[in-house]
Nanobody, 128 residues
Framework: QVQVKESGGGLVQAGESLTLSCTIL?????????LGWFRQAPGKEREGVAG???????SYTDSVKGRFTISQDYAKNTVYLLMSSLKPEDTATYYC?????????????????????WGKGTLVTVFG
């Protein structure tokens, strides 16, 4: 059974930074899977934000390039999303996702059809 634990969401002012964490507690390892983050704002569809494959290759949606950084710690089986220069439009529930992309990451991370496991989500609210 795959268990995923997300943390790090919160309320921040525009321009500030926040780091999200996604720890795989059981069921899979970073060595064999691709990890990513999606987000869903109220009234909008879920969208891919960033992804990282087992080799460390990354991809980001255009709106976060240069502001967000995805990274992974194999020893801790954890993926991080460092979000800098946050904007009110970054407000959303952020979901960790794991899967395997046979054709490599897409332009916004893991293609949704390749996601096998989802976290429960963590809320990020940016004001100002």
């Amino acid at each position: 059974q795959v268990q995923v634990k997300e943390s790090g969401g919160g309320l921040v002012q525009a321009g500030e930074s926040l780091t999200l964490s996604c720890t795989i507690l059981s069921g899979l390892t970073l060595d064999d899977n691709d990890l990513g983050w999606f987000r869903q704002a109220p009234g909008k569809e879920r969208e891919g934000v960033a992804g990282i494959d087992s080799d460390g290759t990354t991809s980001y949606t255009d709106s976060v390039k240069g502001r967000f950084t995805i990274s992974q710690d194999y020893a801790k089986n954890t993926v991080y999303l460092l979000m800098s220069s946050l904007k009110p439009e970054d407000t959303a529930t952020y979901y960790c996702a794991a899967g395997y992309c046979t054709g490599g990451l897409g332009p916004t991370g893991i293609p949704p059809e390749n996601v096998d496991y989802w976290g429960k989500g963590t809320l990020v609210t940016v004001f100002g």
